[in-house]
């Protein structure tokens, strides 16, 4: 898409959220308090005697609006300015008793605006809404967090089965029995799940699901690597080869002899992984599967004698 059309959709996307939000209201929340006024009060009452200058840098705000702001506040007896004790050239800002009742009523009408906004959304919409304010704002900000690898909550097995179904189909062609496959290995994994000697590990990060891999019994000496996949959101932080560790390590822990799995000669970033990790190619065989011509590949790693 080009950048007019981007400039265009996110103009677009601001207009709409303003109408959201009533920021074109006369008053925020039905209060006579704009929003600027709104969000200074939030700051001065969440932070611990916070200094002008800094609140000032944090909104990014002209200090000249910042205190003609501070000013009116100060006239309705909401906010009170100080010297420092420790730098008398910086003035600490605080709530008055008003502010604080203030402040309280304005932080209930956005929860209830909030929760009337949700409502009518069904919970998982509602997770997709947060799920997709928490990327928006990764993406913005241009930070994130390690990716932290947890087992499965309820809801993230459907996930990653609709996941890796998506990401093959666009990267590599795969058709719709794909899903198939990876829905009947999900399933077992489920209804013939062994805890001491399978696994799966979901791996989140900034809330979101950016990963999986299973390890699952094929005999008591051999043990199978199953279904990993990383976001290409997620990719180039070393979480596959993360993921690949673990599973090889709960599998030398759990007592297995091998750990095995099976590819396909197109996944080229997972094959590297594997040989990374100390698999090697024991066997291949092409087949037709997923609407397309593929090679299989069967590999192995000596986990004990």
């Given at each position: 898409?080009?950048?007019?059309?981007?400039?265009?959709?996110?103009?677009?996307?601001?207009?709409?959220?303003?109408?959201?939000?009533?920021?074109?209201?006369?008053?925020?929340?039905?209060?006579?308090?704009?929003?600027?006024?709104?969000?200074?009060?939030?700051?001065?009452?969440?932070?611990?005697?916070?200094?002008?200058?800094?609140?000032?840098?944090?909104?990014?705000?002209?200090?000249?609006?910042?205190?003609?702001?501070?000013?009116?506040?100060?006239?309705?007896?909401?906010?009170?300015?100080?010297?420092?004790?420790?730098?008398?050239?910086?003035?600490?800002?605080?709530?008055?008793?008003?502010?604080?009742?203030?402040?309280?009523?304005?932080?209930?009408?956005?929860?209830?605006?909030?929760?009337?906004?949700?409502?009518?959304?069904p919970p998982?919409?509602?997770?997709?809404?947060?799920?997709?304010?928490?990327?928006?704002?990764?993406?913005?900000?241009?930070?994130?967090?390690?990716?932290?690898?947890?087992?499965?909550?309820?809801?993230?097995?459907?996930?990653?089965?609709h996941r890796?179904?998506?990401?093959?189909?666009?990267?590599?062609?795969?058709?719709?029995?794909?899903?198939?496959?990876?829905?009947?290995?999900?399933?077992?994994?489920?209804?013939?799940?062994?805890?001491?000697?399978?696994?799966?590990?979901?791996?989140?990060?900034?809330?979101?699901?950016?990963?999986?891999?299973?390890?699952?019994?094929?005999?008591?000496?051999?043990?199978k690597l199953?279904?990993?996949?990383?976001?290409?959101?997620?990719?180039?932080?070393?979480?596959?080869?993360?993921?690949?560790?673990?599973?090889?390590?709960?599998?030398?822990?759990?007592?297995?002899?091998?750990?095995?799995?099976?590819?396909?000669?197109?996944?080229?970033?997972?094959?590297?992984?594997?040989?990374?990790?100390?698999?090697?190619?024991?066997?291949?065989?092409?087949?037709?599967?997923?609407?397309?011509?593929?090679?299989?590949?069967?590999?192995?790693?000596?986990?004990?004698?």
């Open positions: 898409m080009p950048l007019s059309e981007d400039i265009a959709a996110v103009r677009d996307f601001n207009r709409f959220y303003t109408r959201q939000i009533g920021l074109l209201d006369e008053g925020l929340l039905s209060t006579p308090f704009s929003l600027g006024q709104a969000r200074l009060i939030y700051e001065i009452a969440t932070r611990e005697s916070p200094a002008a200058v800094d609140v000032a840098r944090f909104l990014r705000m002209d200090q000249g609006l910042l205190s003609r702001m501070l000013t009116g506040l100060e006239a309705q007896g909401i906010v009170t300015r100080a010297p420092s004790d420790r730098d008398q050239r910086r003035a600490v800002l605080r709530l008055t008793q008003q502010g604080s009742e203030v402040f309280a009523r304005l932080d209930a009408a956005s929860a209830d605006a909030v929760a009337a906004w949700l409502a009518p959304l998982a919409d509602r997770q997709r809404l947060v799920a997709a304010m928490q990327e928006l704002r990764r993406l913005l900000t241009a930070r994130r967090t390690p990716p932290v690898l947890r087992p499965p909550a309820v809801g993230d097995l459907a996930w990653v089965t890796q179904a998506v990401l093959y189909a666009s990267e590599y062609g795969f058709d719709w029995t794909y899903e198939a496959l990876v829905a009947g290995i999900v399933s077992d994994f489920v209804t013939r799940f062994e805890a001491d000697r399978e696994r799966c590990w979901i791996a989140e990060q900034d809330g979101a699901i950016v990963g999986s891999v299973f390890v699952v019994s094929q005999s008591e000496s051999v043990a199953r279904l990993l996949y990383v976001e290409p959101s997620a990719r180039g932080q070393g979480l596959g080869a993360e993921l690949v560790g673990r599973a090889v390590g709960f599998a030398a822990d759990a007592g297995y002899r091998d750990i095995t799995l099976w590819t396909n000669s197109v996944l080229v970033a997972a094959r590297r992984l594997y040989e990374a990790a100390g698999f090697r190619l024991v066997g291949e065989e092409p087949h037709h599967s997923f609407g397309c011509d593929l090679v299989g590949q069967t590999w192995n790693k000596r986990l004990a004698d």
